[in-house]
T-cell receptor
Framework: RKEVEQDPGPFNVPEGATVAFNCTYSNSASQSFFWYRQDCRKEPKLLMS???SGNEDGRFTAQLNRASQYISLLIRDSKLSDSATYLCVVFYNQGGKLIFGQGTELSVKP | DTAVSQTPKYLVTQMGNDKSIKCEQN?????MYWYKQDSKKFLKIMFSYNNKELIINETVPNRFSPKSPDKAHLNLHINSLELGDSAVYFCASSQPTYENTEAFFGQGTRLTVV
């Protein structure tokens, strides 16, 4: 079993749609959680951290459920510029490992 | 100013050759990483260094040897290159704290072994 697993993609949605990505992690000792975004042929960049109480940044909402070892990302009112691969990331303080999920590809169409 | 820089950006080489990829960060971070992203786009951690010391070595063939001359640099040397080594290699750095573990990535090195 992979340490971090994400929904398989690709997700093809029209502009203005709401789309949700899910992610599960296997190690309950995980310390911190993030969503990264990777554009085609570019490096990954931090989209947002994920906090236990849930957090929002504009059209993006992240949720964490430690009991279920589950992380989600909700994108409202999708824009063409949201097209990218979204990576679920877990940090283990022991050993300082930053582990990436396999990514979910989002394509927003006009 | 580029925070994490890797060189070269592209590398095409023949099987059996030895090559190096260099990485430098000017963020003052203590932790640096090497990741491999294969054709399926899965980002897999290879190595992690903290303040010049190796802390993670993820079942990577010993043809891959990281070297950290100081905490701002983490280079990757690959011996006897194989076709399966073709991938994009990303260097990253972070300064893990309880509040923030954001990693900053270099632009990647696209390695093609022919």
């Amino acid at each position: 079993r992979k340490e971090v697993e994400q929904d398989p993609g690709p997700f093809n949605v029209p502009e203005g749609a709401t789309v949700a990505f899910n992610c599960t992690y296997s190690n309950s000792a995980s310390q911190s959680f993030f969503w990264y975004r990777q554009d085609c042929r570019k490096e990954p960049k931090l989209l947002m951290s994920v906090y236990s109480s849930g957090n929002e940044d504009g059209r993006f909402t992240a949720q964490l459920n430690r009991a279920s070892q589950y992380i989600s990302l909700l994108i409202r009112d999708s824009k063409l510029s949201d097209s990218a691969t979204y990576l679920c990331v877990v940090f283990y303080n022991q050993g300082g490992k930053l582990i990436f999920g396999q990514g979910t590809e989002l394509s927003v169409k006009p | 100013d580029t925070a994490v820089s890797q060189t070269p950006k592209y590398l095409v080489t023949q099987m059996g050759n030895d090559k190096s990829i260099k990485c430098e960060q000017n963020l003052g971070h203590d932790t640096m990483y090497w990741y491999k992203q294969d054709s399926k786009k899965f980002l897999k951690i290879m190595f992690s260094y903290n303040n010049k010391e190796l802390i993670i070595n993820e079942t990577v063939p010993n043809r891959f040897s990281p070297k950290s001359p100081d905490k701002a640099h983490l280079n990757l040397h690959i011996n006897s290159l194989e076709l399966g080594d073709s991938a994009v290699y990303f260097c990253a750095s972070s300064q893990p704290t309880y509040e923030n573990t954001e990693a900053f990535f270099g632009q990647g090195t696209r390695l093609t072994v022919v």
